[in-house]
RNA sequence: GCCAGCGUAGCUCAGAUGGUAGAGCAACUGAUUCGUAAUCAGUAGGUCCGGAGUUCAAUUCUCCGCGCUGGCUCCA
């Protein structure tokens, strides 16, 4: 097959030709004319057979997600190859690209330093101004181990052997060679704009038991804007850490002395928890769920029965109370479980939906703390569906559309995984597929795409995980349904049936926001503090221009206050300027300024956070207005929600 | 838990080859009565994360903790 090649048209008869014929017209002289004809959008992976009938490639190095991805890659290559001028003891290992940027795992005996990074930085900038081609080739497996072994890189050997094959590509640019699939950009010199970012541990192949290898991070863009613009971002996200908006307005803090992984609610923060717990137990109760309270302490033996003891006991605490040793609860099920054997259930009592906001401690290890977003202590919003088996299904797709309200309610966007059965589990493989199934099913139903994550279930049953996005793009379990036929086996659970023999129950485990703590986290990042006026812990300040509106202004606060608006007066001897950067710096929904025409009027001038100002209003069209906007829509099934207007 | 970096006033941050430290904002006091993101002046505020070691002397150097940050592993 004949194809044309950036202008050059060469003979194809196969991948590896087409490999050759490629590199060979890059490395020639066709630089520049490829990256001035790179507006196709045809990606040439050189792994895969050229289609037949193809008459022209255009190599793609561009801003699309292809060509970003092999831009990528080949930065990895280029700092790898700075690494082993720099330290030739280093080893390499694997270099990917990942979201926005790559790295490249080493081994070298001593750890990298800040400092090491920039001279690496440097050493690839002057190697990409050398433009050195990446040039691909193809050899047997016994040649391309004795190239590895001769250069000490056993971690190649070891990822050949695992790869199987008889046939390896390798490409090198420069003295640099690496086993690589490709593709890459033709030359270094595509790579202009690049950052390397951090020095971070990391296991070989994602092992603990393994040894830990040295991992350089870095960013790298298709220009020099792009990068400065992902820098750039990257600023923006760091304003929007929930960390810092807890600080700023007030809502929570940690303390050193207190202990890691626990949050201490100001008056503002836990107003805020509040409002949601509360907006949550109606929800709940609206939807046919009861709610139900379990005790803090469980006797170890209940542990050891449900298999926690076996299968969770590193995360948990333990304690002791007179000679009887006591685990404090990770999770809510024992509890509900418990409450359910208190009396026989008939066939007609399911579907039982017991909802508790439970706090539940876990012993999380102390690298992976994280403000809000992972904590020791924490409530789930948690509940446990017992049901019939032929009613199961209806029950996932029921819990699924609440998270879907919730999820719409908050303007998330989300993304659906079902985790199938880990290595430390419990249960028969048929309870297993039986519940993974009716998951999928669910999840098919409600039309609904997802990943799937092998072995990553709950011990006792597979999972469905929704996750949201935080600031800075990662991704956080929030939601979750757990299918579970097991511990209703361990507990005994029973329902007498219309048949009048006694059957099992089948237990949904489900949470909607996960944990208190991490949404409100997650939330706070996702609106940049500027909470929902449902959610403000206060909803509207009354500003006064000099103390002679002050009376007045008592009078619209009261007013607005038996509304059931949470407002206060700011009647402090400050300029009005300072006053209303005060309330915008709290991110305060409504501000209503009072001054002499005010006074006049009887009325208030209303200012938003966005900066609107939206004139003389009277105190009851404040109020109405402030209302209407505390009334949130569901974005799904046209049902609206007001905070205090909610049915209970 | 592992790798690396960090920890100075309530907050944001300066600072010294080892000689016990500053700024802005906030707080407090006084003056000012002012129209949509900062009025002026003054006062007070710190075991420089904790402990041990080296030293005449440690906030600074070393070690061990605690905590935080970014990753890894794990997870709501």
Same mark, same amino acid.
């Given at each position: 097959?004949?194809?044309?090649?950036?202008?050059?048209?060469?003979?194809?008869?196969?991948?590896?030709?087409?490999?050759?014929?490629?590199?060979?017209?890059?490395?020639?002289?066709?630089?520049?004319?490829?990256?001035?004809?790179?507006?196709?959008?045809?990606?040439?992976?050189?792994?895969? %057979?050229?289609?037949?009938?193809? %008459?022209?490639?255009?190599?793609?190095?561009?801003?699309?997600?292809?060509?970003?991805?092999?831009?990528?890659?080949?930065?990895?290559?280029?700092?790898?190859?700075?690494?082993?001028?720099?330290?030739?003891?280093?080893?390499?290992?694997?270099?990917? $690209?990942?979201?926005?940027?790559?790295?490249?795992?080493?081994?070298?005996?001593?750890?990298?330093?800040?400092?090491?990074?920039?001279?690496?930085?440097?050493?690839?900038?002057?190697?990409?101004?050398?433009?050195?081609?990446?040039?691909?080739?193809?050899?047997?497996?016994?040649?391309?181990?004795?190239?590895?072994?001769?250069?000490?890189?056993?971690?190649?050997?070891?990822?050949?052997?695992?790869?199987?094959?008889?046939?390896?590509?390798?490409?090198?640019?420069?003295?640099? *060679?690496?086993?690589?699939?490709?593709?890459?950009?033709?030359?270094?010199?595509?790579?202009?704009?690049?950052?390397?970012?951090?020095?971070?541990?990391?296991?070989?192949?994602?092992?603990?038991?393994?040894?830990?290898?040295?991992?350089?991070?870095?960013?790298?863009? $298709?220009?020099?804007?792009?990068?400065?613009?992902?820098?750039?971002?990257?600023?923006?996200?760091?304003?929007?850490?929930?960390?810092?908006?807890?600080?700023?307005?007030?809502?929570?803090?940690?303390?050193?002395?207190?202990?890691?992984?626990?949050?201490?609610?100001?008056?503002?923060?836990?107003?805020?928890?509040?409002?949601?717990?509360?907006?949550?137990?109606?929800?709940?109760?609206?939807?046919?769920?009861?709610?139900?309270?379990?005790?803090?302490?469980?006797?170890?033996?209940?542990?050891?029965?449900?298999?926690?003891?076996?299968?969770?006991?590193?995360?948990?605490?333990?304690?002791?109370?007179?000679?009887?040793?006591?685990?404090?609860?990770?999770?809510?099920?024992?509890? =509900?479980?418990?409450?359910?054997?208190?009396? *026989?259930?008939?066939?007609?009592?399911?579907?039982?939906?017991?909802?508790?906001?439970?706090?539940?401690?876990?012993?999380?290890?102390?690298?992976?703390?994280?403000?809000?977003?992972?904590?020791?202590?924490?409530?789930?919003?948690?509940? =446990?569906?017992?049901?019939?088996?032929?009613?199961?299904?209806?029950?996932?797709?029921?819990?699924?559309?609440?998270?879907?309200?919730?999820?719409?309610?908050?303007?998330?966007?989300?993304?659906?995984?079902?985790?199938?059965?880990?290595?430390?589990?419990?249960?028969?493989?048929?309870?297993?597929?039986?519940?993974?199934?009716?998951?999928?099913?669910?999840?098919?139903?409600?039309?609904?795409?997802?990943?799937?994550?092998?072995?990553?279930?709950?011990?006792?049953?597979?999972?469905?995980?929704?996750?949201?996005?935080?600031?800075?793009?990662?991704?956080?379990?929030?939601?979750?349904?757990?299918?579970?036929?097991?511990?209703?086996?361990?507990?005994?659970?029973?329902?007498?049936?219309?048949?009048?023999?006694?059957?099992?129950? *089948?237990?949904?485990?489900?949470?909607?926001?996960?944990?208190?703590?991490?949404?409100?986290?997650?939330?706070?990042?996702?609106?940049?503090?500027?909470?929902?006026?449902?959610?403000?812990?206060?909803?509207?300040?009354?500003?006064?221009?000099?103390?002679? =509106?002050?009376?007045?202004?008592?009078? *619209?606060?009261? =007013?607005?206050?038996?509304?059931?608006?949470?407002?206060?007066?700011?009647?402090?001897?400050?300029?009005?300027?300072?006053?209303?950067?005060?309330?915008?710096?709290?991110?305060?929904?409504?501000?209503?300024?009072?001054?002499?025409?005010?006074?006049?009027?009887?009325?208030?001038?209303?200012? %938003?956070?966005?900066?609107?100002?939206?004139?003389?209003?009277?105190?009851?069209?404040?109020?109405?207005?402030?209302?209407?906007?505390?009334?949130?829509?569901?974005?799904?099934?046209?049902?609206?929600?007001?905070?205090?207007?909610?049915?209970?």
């Amino acid at each position: 097959m004949q194809v044309d090649i950036q202008g050059q048209t060469v003979e194809i008869e196969d991948q590896a030709s087409c490999a050759q014929a490629f590199s060979n017209a890059l490395s020639k002289k066709m630089m520049k004319q490829v990256v001035a004809a790179r507006l196709g959008d045809t990606v040439v992976d050189l792994t895969t %057979t050229i289609p037949a009938g193809t %008459t022209e490639i255009i190599p793609v190095f561009d801003a699309s997600p292809e060509g970003l991805d092999v831009i990528r890659h080949s930065t990895a290559h280029l700092m790898a190859e700075a690494v082993k001028r720099l330290y030739p003891e280093a080893k390499v290992t694997i270099g990917p $690209a990942v979201d926005k940027g790559f790295y490249y795992d080493f081994d070298f005996d001593r750890p990298f330093t800040p400092e090491d990074l920039e001279s690496i930085e440097k050493e690839m900038v002057r190697i990409a101004g050398a433009n050195k081609p990446f040039e691909r080739k193809v050899v047997s497996k016994a040649e391309a181990v004795s190239l590895f072994k001769g250069m000490g890189e056993d971690y190649k050997v070891e990822i050949m052997d695992d790869l199987g094959g008889d046939e390896f590509s390798l490409y090198s640019n420069g003295d640099f *060679v690496d086993l690589c699939r490709g593709p890459h950009v033709p030359a270094t010199g595509f790579l202009k704009a690049f950052k390397l970012t951090t020095v971070a541990g990391a296991y070989w192949r994602g092992d603990e038991k393994n040894r830990q290898l040295q991992r350089i991070y870095g960013t790298a863009w $298709a220009n020099p804007k792009d990068l400065k613009k992902h820098l750039q971002q990257l600023e923006e996200a760091k304003k929007r850490d929930h960390r810092k908006l807890g600080t700023q307005l007030d809502l929570f803090s940690f303390h050193e002395e207190g202990g890691a992984g626990m949050t201490y609610w100001h008056p503002k923060g836990a107003l805020l928890r509040t409002i949601l717990e509360d907006f949550e137990r109606k929800e709940h109760l609206r939807r046919g769920y009861s709610i139900v309270q379990g005790p803090q302490l469980l006797k170890r033996e209940l542990w050891e029965k449900s298999g926690h003891y076996d299968n969770y006991r590193e995360n948990m605490y333990f304690t002791e109370i007179d000679n009887q040793a006591y685990g404090v609860k990770p999770m809510n099920c024992l509890a =509900h479980m418990l409450i359910y054997k208190t009396r *026989v259930r008939s066939y007609r009592d399911l579907p039982l939906r017991f909802f508790e906001l439970g706090v539940v401690h876990r012993h999380e290890k102390s690298g992976v703390l994280h403000g809000l977003l992972r904590v020791r202590q924490f409530t789930q919003d948690d509940a =446990h569906l017992l049901c019939r088996p032929d009613q199961l299904q209806d029950e996932i797709i029921g819990i699924i559309d609440f998270v879907r309200d919730i999820m719409g309610l908050f303007d998330f966007t989300f993304e659906a995984e079902i985790s199938t059965r880990p290595e430390k589990s419990i249960g028969s493989d048929e309870d297993w597929d039986r519940a993974t199934d009716a998951l999928k099913n669910a999840l098919d139903k409600a039309g609904l795409s997802y990943d799937i994550n092998e072995g990553d279930g709950a011990f006792y049953g597979p999972k469905i995980d929704i996750a949201i996005k935080d600031a800075l793009d990662r991704k956080w379990q929030c939601a979750t349904i757990q299918c579970d036929f097991t511990l209703p086996e361990r507990f005994d659970l029973v329902y007498v049936g219309e048949d009048g023999a006694r059957h099992r129950p *089948v237990m949904l485990h489900r949470v909607i926001l996960g944990s208190v703590e991490r949404f409100i986290g997650v939330l706070l990042e996702h609106c940049g503090g500027a909470l929902p006026t449902w959610l403000s812990p206060e909803q509207a300040r009354v500003l006064t221009v000099t103390s002679v =509106h002050d009376e007045h202004a008592d009078t *619209v606060a009261k =007013h607005l206050a038996a509304a059931g608006i949470r407002v206060h007066a700011d009647k402090r001897n400050e300029k009005l300027g300072y006053k209303v950067r005060e309330a915008q710096l709290e991110k305060i929904p409504y501000m209503l300024v009072i001054g002499d025409s005010e006074v006049e009027a009887g009325g208030v001038n209303v200012r %938003t956070r966005s900066g609107e100002n939206l004139g003389l209003k009277s105190p009851q069209e404040a109020v109405e207005m402030i209302l209407a906007d505390s009334t949130q829509p569901f974005k799904r099934g046209g049902m609206s929600y007001s905070f205090d207007a909610c049915p209970v």
